[in-house]
């Protein structure tokens, strides 16, 4: 059975994704430290999957513990989670973003490098390509010049990991996001925002869920059919399983390129107001929302062209909009 190392593995995405794994017949092994995350969702992974993984609260950023536990453990591949997020507080703090989000990763591939390890899965993003030339985005869109320090540490950590996987026999695949929402069929596990959520869909349920007051549309003069902003949503459970075949492919020695990246959503724009409309009718109930100025860096729209990664990784959506915010809402719900 192989040994899978999952970084931030019980924020939002990774719980999903250890989930996944189990189901899929791995060993997990978890490294959070629980600064954007709850120690609770261990308890829920178990009760889904019928397995604990073997979890431990580290600070990747203390490059002893680092080193510690890779001289303790045998791990067969990476899934690297574990970064700060939010765009608004990397421009706020970004020496802060730079050391979590590159300074762990090159930790990480330090350790891989001198144990001799391989298969190094990336949590990347759509942010690499600012506002693309052209929809739908493919991944030979241009990377354009970063809008955010947290945008920044994608794009710079892609390079270190290219420049790894050149230099030290590496293997290692980045999946860029579009916009992952949406909660487990189980309802156990979901997104867990602490504090003021820095995405749409948490505030959206919020919002239905009277914890806050409206939600805010940033601008309505976008050149879109409503004039609001595009995203391509994707369903938190269609990402995991991205993730497990992205792992697979380099377990079976399949990839075509040291280094590999694959556009990761459904192909299909959704613009905030269809969001709304949507979310209203799954929830039956109407949202309180007013239109606001737009937001400095927010882009028109973002969606990908999903071709290459359903063709090579043998991957591709399975849920709707409409199911992953019923699933959002059931999760907000069960959390009051």
């Not at 978890?30 to 709850?38: A, H, Q």
């Amino acid at each position: 059975m192989k040994k899978i190392l999952v970084t931030g593995g019980l924020g939002f995405i990774g719980s999903h994704t250890v989930v996944e794994l189990q189901n899929a017949g791995f060993e997990v092994v978890i490294i959070d430290n629980l600064s954007n995350s709850r120690i609770e969702v261990l308890e829920s992974i178990i009760e889904i999957t019928g397995k604990r993984p073997d979890f431990h609260k580290i600070d990747l950023r203390v490059k002893s513990d680092v080193k510690a536990f890779f001289n303790s453990n045998k791990i067969d591949g990476i899934i690297h989670f574990a970064a700060s997020k939010a765009v608004g507080e990397s421009v706020d703090k970004p020496l802060d973003y730079y050391e979590n989000n590159i300074g762990t990763l090159v930790y990480l591939l330090q350790e891989m490098r001198d144990k001799n390890m391989d298969n190094f899965i990336f949590s990347s993003s759509c942010t690499v390509y600012g506002q693309a030339d052209e929809l739908p985005i493919t991944e030979n869109a241009q990377v354009k010049a970063a809008e955010s320090p947290y945008g920044n540490t994608k794009q710079v950590g892609e390079e270190i990991i290219k420049e790894a996987c050149n230099a030290h026999n590496l293997n290692a695949i980045a999946l860029r996001y579009f916009n992952p929402i949406g909660a487990h069929d189980s309802i156990k596990i979901g997104e867990l925002p602490l504090g003021v959520p820095q995405n749409l869909i948490p505030f959206v349920t919020q919002t239905a869920a009277g914890i806050r007051k409206e939600l805010s549309i940033f601008g309505d003069n976008y050149p879109t059919e409503d004039g609001t902003a595009v995203r391509d949503y994707i369903h938190v459970v269609d990402l995991a399983k991205a993730h497990i075949a992205a792992l697979q492919r380099l377990l079976d020695k399949n990839n075509k390129a040291n280094f590999e990246f694959f556009n990761v959503g459904t192909g299909k724009g959704s613009s905030v107001l269809e969001v709304v409309q949507s979310f209203e009718k799954v929830a039956n109930k109407k949202l309180n929302y007013k239109i606001v100025g737009r937001r400095a860096g927010d882009i028109t729209a973002a969606y990908a062209d999903t071709t290459l990664a359903s063709k090579e990784l043998n991957w591709k959506t399975e849920k709707t909009l409409d199911e992953a915010l019923e699933s959002a809402w059931k999760w907000q719900q069960s959390q009051s």
